[in-house]
């Protein structure tokens, strides 16, 4: 099945612009729009393939860089951890979560998408910037978090203003919360807040945790890889988008990720 990939340079809301990549299905829409926060790395190929495959099951899927061009030089190095800490570390959240509430107006504005199915999907720190887009937006219908790195930030700046789980409360769309058990973000205590959190709100949100998977468990190659867990959580991703995004075509089944 062909899908359509192009790049378009959306006007941002400080004045600048915002590379993103457009992925469209080949069939005729209105589709369902997924707005995809990539990792820290950047805009790479895992992004473009998981890009590609929600275009095929019938998604509209828009890629805004949030670092507008200026991202890690080799955003494939999976392997070295020294340079993209310094971009973590550096990273504006505010502007990085209106970077993605900039992508989710394009989609409610293309003419193939309905604005009424738009959901975000994000990893690791792309996953925090989809969890605060959903926080902070009425557009959303769906949120689909793989192991968000920064439910709670080392310390609160003008650049990290408030912690994510800080602002669950105000999620108007069913969230998906996709972790490994040995995730070192989430440890044991703050993993029972998570749920405890979770369990307090409405909205049909969901924490799936992955046994014997750390952080970032769907990485293209070792060490951060674990094949079953990543197997499992695309499974329940996309049948959580098939549940949420009336519909939507969506791919897979249900996985064998259980409620924590």
Avoid at 195 to 206: C, E, S, V
Wanted: net charge negative; hydrophobic share 40%; aromatic share 8%.
């Amino acid at each position: 099945m062909d899908t359509h990939h192009s790049v378009h340079d959306l006007p941002a809301a400080d004045g600048g612009s915002v590379p993103t990549l457009v992925v469209r299905p080949p069939t005729p829409g209105p589709h369902p729009a997924v707005i995809l926060g990539v990792e820290a790395y950047g805009p790479n190929r895992f992004a473009t393939e998981v890009a590609t495959r929600l275009a095929e099951a019938g998604h509209v899927v828009v890629v805004p860089d949030y670092y507008r061009g200026a991202g890690p030089g080799d955003p494939e190095a999976y392997t070295d951890f020294t340079e993209v800490m310094r971009f973590i570390d550096a990273l504006d959240f505010r502007r990085g979560t209106r970077d993605l509430l900039t992508a989710v107006a394009y989609a409610a504005g293309c003419d193939d998408v309905d604005p009424d199915r738009i959901a975000v999907w994000g990893y690791c720190t792309g996953g925090t910037l989809a969890l605060l887009a959903a926080e902070l937006s009425d557009r959303i219908a769906a949120a689909v978090l793989f192991f968000p790195s920064q439910p709670w930030f080392a310390e609160l700046t003008p650049r990290t203003p408030v912690h994510p789980v800080d602002l669950l409360w105000a999620l108007r769309c069913p969230a998906l919360f996709l972790y490994g058990d040995r995730d070192p973000v989430l440890p044991p205590e703050r993993l029972e807040d998570l749920r405890d959190r979770l369990a307090g709100t409405t909205g049909g949100h969901r924490l799936l945790v992955s046994p014997d998977a750390g952080h970032a468990f769907c990485a293209p190659v070792a060490p951060l890889r674990d094949d079953a867990a990543d197997r499992a959580s695309w499974a329940d991703a996309t049948a959580f988008l098939r549940a949420h995004l009336s519909g939507s075509s969506g791919v897979g089944g249900t996985g064998p990720g259980a409620d924590a």
